[in-house]
């Protein structure tokens, strides 16, 4: 079965404590891309910020988190299985 296109809200609250100063998250999923506010003069950053992306084939799209210099990927598909 194949699934359609739809929508995933994003809550991005904190990042762990790190060494690197004025810390900023960058999130995409193809060609969306959103940044969130940069956190000055911490290293515990709290954003609390939501955003939404378009996903046009959750079995093959994947989410694209950079916190600093570290790059995570979550596959979208692992998550919406459940939706079946």
Same mark, same amino acid.
């Given at each position: 079965? =194949?699934?359609?296109?739809?929508? $995933?809200?994003?809550?991005?609250? *904190?990042?762990?404590? @790190?060494? *690197?100063?004025?810390? +900023?998250?960058?999130? @995409?999923?193809?060609?969306? =891309?959103? /940044? ?12 609390? =910020?939501?955003?939404?992306?378009? /996903? *046009? *084939?959750?079995?093959?799209? @994947? ?8 790059? +995570? $990927?979550? @596959?979208?598909?692992? +998550? /919406?299985?459940?939706? +079946?």
């Amino acid at each position: 079965m =194949q699934l359609s296109g739809g929508y $995933v809200f994003i809550l991005l609250q *904190n990042a762990r404590p @790190s060494k *690197n100063p004025d810390p +900023y998250t960058q999130l @995409s999923l193809g060609k969306q =891309q959103e /940044v969130t506010r940069v956190q000055m003069r911490t290293c515990d950053p709290v954003w609390e =910020q939501g955003f939404t992306f378009l /996903v *046009n *084939n959750p079995e093959s799209d @994947s989410l694209f988190i950079k916190v600093g210099v570290v790059f +995570y $990927v979550i @596959s979208l598909d692992r +998550y /919406v299985k459940h939706l +079946y």
